[in-house]
């Protein structure tokens, strides 16, 4: 568990878009649950150093990206901006 979520602090996330594919495939209850858990600093699937550079990232700066699984088994990605302006939920196939 990060810091962030340690403390209660919330994470700006600015918009939150979907990619159509990503709309079309994932449960959208799933993705709701996921950019909540993303917005408390829950990476989700990502490695052991992804989690470290995200917890980095809430510092300085820097892009966040966490990864989830819906109902379905489908892998998918959340990634906010540095100057978290938006925020993208999109598939790997997307990127």
């Not at 403390?7 to 950019?35: C, M, Q, R």
């Not at 300085?60 to 302006?85: K, L, Q, Y």
């Amino acid at each position: 568990m990060s810091k962030a979520f340690e403390s209660s602090e919330v994470i700006e996330t600015g918009p939150v878009f979907i990619t159509a594919k990503a709309s079309k495939k994932l449960n959208p209850l799933d993705v709701f649950a996921a950019v909540q858990w993303h917005r408390w600093s829950d990476w989700g699937l990502v490695c052991e150093a992804d989690k470290e550079a995200n917890d980095i990232a809430l510092n300085v700066g820097h892009r966040m990206v966490s990864a989830h699984c819906d109902r379905n088994e489908v892998r998918f990605w959340i990634v906010t901006e540095p100057d978290r302006s938006y925020t993208t939920v999109l598939l790997t196939t997307d990127y």
